[in-house]
């Protein structure tokens, strides 16, 4: 290295983000459900639109992502003008940790929170405050206790990776209000097509009644195009004009434009894959309980199991055995849960290999 050559403080500091195992050394069919991927895979119409544009690769996409922004705002209600697109909801979140904070400047996200809030914040030279979080739940008055002067950003999952656990709107609006005008609160909303509860809001509300809040949405789960790395924000019009001038000018893809544009106008497909998701979890997490483990009451795709500490029935010895047995989960180390591995939930058969091959090493 260099020694002439220094990076900007923290940035030495970044531990490099791992995503979940996506394949094995041998032959074995391989169950992935270590990324909390969608169960039934893309709209097809989605990948119809995908094909379409490959005779036009050598064309720049839209950079101003309209067809997207349009086809959002009249599914949701909102205003296109106030929806900024990116590559997967990261490049987002990482924009507006540049826009918003810097060294001498706090980010506060809870302990057990996604991984890229202490990545974006180390990136862009700023400190990390981490909040205790109350039974894997993150607490608003633990959050607003931590709040200083120098406090710039909240970003909040909900419902959270990895946990699975999630604040309910009044919950929400009064960690909102308990904040200085001169915090951005993001609510990272990777999961909110999922739930299906009177109690939950992914945010948008919070959006139109305040200047800063910002709510991030994804196309890599519930919708299968995780490949083609599409997010979105939907923001005060002052927020959305800041991330439309720091990104780049073609920051997203026609093909993932045009594959996320399909993927949203195609009502059914999600409704089946929410469906599938609601069917499968409640007896996942029903036959996990059965055999001893610990599970976090989940309302996303993906579940948090417990171990116990018994040698050889601990959570790294189920994860080599799940291996063992071709299927993939994702360890917790990393994000300071060394006893659980996180689940996605698949189809019912895959699930029900995942119930067998922990029966066996538990039973």
């Not at 506060?108 to 991984?115: K, N």
């Not at 001169?182 to 739930?195: F, G, K, S, T």
């Not at 029935?313 to 994860?319: E, L, R, V, W, Y």
Request: proline share 7%; charged share 20%.
């Amino acid at each position: 290295m260099n020694p002439g050559l220094r990076p900007r403080p923290g940035i030495l500091d970044i531990q490099p983000y791992v995503g979940g195992n996506a394949d094995l050394d041998d032959d074995a069919q391989i169950i992935n459900l270590a990324s909390n991927e969608s169960a039934l895979g893309p709209s097809p119409e989605a990948i119809v639109a995908y094909q379409a544009v490959g005779d036009s690769l050598h064309r720049y996409p839209d950079g101003s992502a309209a067809a997207l922004r349009n086809t959002l705002g009249r599914l949701h209600g909102l205003d296109p003008a106030q929806i900024a697109c990116g590559a997967g909801s990261d490049e987002l979140l990482t924009l507006l940790g540049r826009a918003y904070a810097g060294p001498g400047d706090e980010i506060i996200y809870t302990a057990h929170g996604f991984l890229m809030y202490g990545l974006v914040t180390k990136g862009v030279g700023a400190t990390p405050v981490v909040a205790p979080e109350t039974d894997l739940t993150a607490d608003v008055d633990k959050i607003l206790a931590l709040v200083t002067d120098k406090t710039r950003i909240v970003f909040l999952a909900n419902p959270n990776n990895p946990t699975g656990t999630y604040l309910p709107r009044d919950e929400v609006e009064r960690l909102r209000h308990g904040l200085p005008a001169n915090v951005l609160l993001v609510l990272d909303a990777a999961y909110a097509e999922y739930i299906s509860r009177n109690d939950y809001d992914a945010g948008n509300s919070l959006v139109d009644s305040t200047g800063n809040v910002v709510v991030t949405r994804t196309f890599s789960k519930i919708y299968g195009l995780a490949a083609l790395r599409m997010g979105w924000a939907y923001c005060p019009p002052g927020v959305a004009d800041i991330l439309n001038r720091l990104r780049g000018p073609f920051n997203v893809s026609a093909p993932a434009l045009a594959a996320a544009v399909a993927a949203a106008n195609d009502v059914p497909h999600t409704d089946r894959v929410r469906t599938n998701n609601d069917i499968v979890l409640p007896g996942f997490l029903e036959a996990c309980r059965k055999q001893g483990i610990e599970v976090t009451p989940a309302v996303a795709n993906f579940a948090l199991l417990r171990f116990g500490v018994t040698p050889g029935k601990d959570a790294a010895a189920a994860f080599e055995h799940l291996q063992a047995n071709g299927i993939l989960v994702r360890r917790m180390v990393p994000y300071g849960l060394p006893d659980c591995l996180r689940v996605t939930i698949g189809t019912q058969d895959e699930m029900d290999r995942v119930v067998g091959a922990l029966n066996e090493l538990l039973g």
